[in-house]
């Protein structure tokens, strides 16, 4: 049952109380536990039984969320509000990420491979919207960026633990990256140590093969497998499905890579970056990483 309020009793809240811009805490204006029914602009509202306290504000914690932009620049550089905000939502959006592909791993495990692969393609709508999102980042010259990118270093994208999560769980995993973290926490250095431990998206594709009642021992056994599923769909439709919605990810991922080079070029050229990598080189170095090296060599045997 929704629990939203709208308290008429006293003054009517705020536009900006109601769009949670402001909130309610520091407004002053509480929804009254016993404005079950009101009336707004005319409108009956009755959208609950019991009196409750939620509001739009304190339900998504707006108090605390609109709260964590600060700026380094002093005095503050127009464009930095916008970094902030990008990556934020960027770090929101990796955590969503998270959240379904540790559960679409998790799904192939045990044998659900048709909510595998839903997630999977709820996970590539994600991914096509970060892609997207390099274009409002590029509204920002580099002359504006310029403005207050000396106050970043070193802190740089080289350090989101979130973004690593996601390599490591979707296969990549790479120990070096880390030793090479910065000023990681304990916790963010656990959460890695644990990515790494834990089974990825590829090796609970090779349990659904082995569950298929294929070999997959070796590489030779595996492609083997993937074969004779691309050469009889129709029996094997939900490995197959699988398999491409795999794919997908792995292309969204390096669509990404390519967008963020591209992005980094326009805005800094070939100078070193805040992380202490040599820029656009080592970004560049990068973009032939692929998730399941294995179904794309199958695509040269198809
Ligand atoms: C003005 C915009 C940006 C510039 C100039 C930029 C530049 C760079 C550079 C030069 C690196 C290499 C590491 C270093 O030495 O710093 C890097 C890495 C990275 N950046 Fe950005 N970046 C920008 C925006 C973003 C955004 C919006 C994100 C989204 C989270 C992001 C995520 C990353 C990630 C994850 C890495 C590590 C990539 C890897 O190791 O494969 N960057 N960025
Ligand atoms: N590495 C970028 C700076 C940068 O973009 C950045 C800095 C701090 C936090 C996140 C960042 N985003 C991606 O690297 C640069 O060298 O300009």
């Known amino acids: 049952m929704p629990r939203l309020r709208i308290a008429t009793t006293g003054a009517a809240p705020t536009t ?20 079950v029914t009101g009336r707004w602009d005319g409108v009956q509202v009755n959208f609950g039984e019991e009196g409750g306290r ?8 707006l108090g605390a969320l609109l709260d964590q932009q600060r700026l ?18 960027y770090e929101l959006w990796f955590k969503q990420v998270l959240h379904e592909l540790t559960a679409s791993r998790d799904a192939m495990l045990s044998g659900e491979l048709w909510r595998a692969e839903h997630l ?63 000023g990681l926490t304990d916790t963010e250095r656990a959460r890695l140590e644990q990515r790494l431990e834990e089974p990825t998206l ?32 129709g029996r094997y439709a939900a490995a197959w499905e699988l398999a491409e919605a795999l794919v997908q990810h792995d292309e969204l991922a390096a669509a990404w890579r390519a967008r963020h080079v591209v992005m980094v070029e326009r805005m800094i050229g070939t100078k070193p970056g805040t992380g202490g990598s040599s820029g656009a080189g080592y970004l560049r170095s990068r973009l032939d990483l692929r998730y399941y090296p294995l179904l794309w060599n199958l695509r040269t045997a198809l």
Do not use: C, N
């Open 120 to 182: 999977l393609r709820r996970v590539h709508t994600i991914e096509r919207t970060l892609i997207q999102q390099v274009d409002i980042l590029e509204t920002m010259t580099p002359q504006d960026f310029g403005e207050f990118r000396h106050r970043l270093s070193p802190a740089s994208g080289f350090q989101s633990v979130q973004y690593r999560e996601i390599e490591f769980l979707s296969g990549a995993k790479d120990p070096s990256f880390v030793k090479r973290f910065r």
């Open 72 to 89: 380094e620049s002093d005095p503050p550089a127009h464009d930095e509000l916008l970094f902030i905000t990008i990556h934020q939502v």
């Open 202 to 233: 590829w090796d609970a594709f090779l349990a659904v093969l082995h569950a298929a009642g294929f070999g997959t021992t070796d590489e030779d056994q595996i492609r083997v497998a993937l074969q004779t599923i691309a050469a009889d769909r």
């Open 16 to 35: 900006a109380v109601i769009l949670g811009l402001v909130s309610s805490e520091s407004s002053g204006i509480q929804p009254s536990a016993d404005a």
């Open 54 to 61: 939620l509001t739009y504000g304190s339900y998504l914690r």
